[in-house]
């Protein structure tokens, strides 16, 4: 039997809305967890895998869902206030990724190890760099008229970046993860699961941003 358009966009609607809910479940499940493995305060290190899940996982995750339709923490606000929680979460989403970044550096400084020589290391430099040039771009958005460019363009591109960013910020986090620190702490099928928050929250990332802004009828001018 066929399903009526009207079924399939309720039935659709209801699915968003699990993605979505999951996403949030899982991001902030996953910091707890890399918190409880890390232990922040009891090193230096302590710190780095701690400050970069808050900002990556639970931050970064929260500022892009704001703007979902179906499953916003600010859901009964407006579109306003939503910018605004966005662009709040994603500053302290630079201050903790820039703290983890320097917490790691000076811990590898007073332990005289050498610096950005894992694939981890290069990629997290280069994901924290990138952020801070996106959240930067951002900015633009809050004052069009200074660049003079059509501001449904310039949300495209500040929605593209965002979904790159996104992704190098999952793609250190699982990086991290590879390290010889985090796979003696956590082994067996645990790192798998735990492997698994990430890459799914991401897709369900992707999935609202793309649905968003980059369908064909919201690029035409
Ligand atoms: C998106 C999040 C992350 C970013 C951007 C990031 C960035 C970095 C950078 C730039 C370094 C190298 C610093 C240097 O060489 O002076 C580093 C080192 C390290 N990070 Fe992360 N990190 C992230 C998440 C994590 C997580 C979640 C863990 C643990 C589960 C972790 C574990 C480590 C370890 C063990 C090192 C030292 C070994 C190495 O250089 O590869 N990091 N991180």
Not at 4 to 23: C, F, P, V
Request: hydrophobic share 50%; net charge positive.
């Amino acid at each position: 039997m066929a399903l009526t358009a009207e079924y399939e966009a309720k039935l659709y609607h209801i699915l968003r809305i699990i993605a979505g809910t999951l996403a949030h479940l899982l991001s902030f499940g996953f910091t707890v967890f890399v918190t409880t493995v890390a232990r922040p305060g009891s090193s230096l290190f302590s710190w780095h895998p701690f400050l970069m899940t808050l900002a990556f996982s639970f931050f970064m995750t929260e500022a892009v869902l704001v703007f979902s339709p179906d499953c916003s923490l600010l859901q009964s606000f407006s579109r306003k206030v939503r910018v605004r929680g966005h662009w709040l979460v994603q500053v302290l989403t630079v201050c903790c990724a820039l703290t983890g970044l320097i917490t790691i550096i000076c811990n590898k400084y007073l332990n005289d190890k050498p610096h950005f020589v894992t694939w981890h290391a290069f990629i997290g430099l280069i994901t924290v760099l990138y952020i801070c040039m996106q959240s930067l771009g951002g900015t633009s958005l809050l004052y069009p008229k200074l660049l003079n460019w059509p501001l449904a363009k310039l949300k495209v591109y500040h929605a593209t970046s965002g979904m790159i960013g996104y992704l190098l910020g999952t793609t250190s986090l699982l990086l991290g993860m590879c390290s010889l620190w985090f796979t003696t702490s956590v082994i067996g099928i645990s790192w798998y699961v735990a492997a698994l928050c990430p890459i799914l929250v991401s897709l369900v990332i992707m999935n609202q941003i793309s649905s968003a802004y980059l369908s064909r009828k919201r690029i035409q001018p």
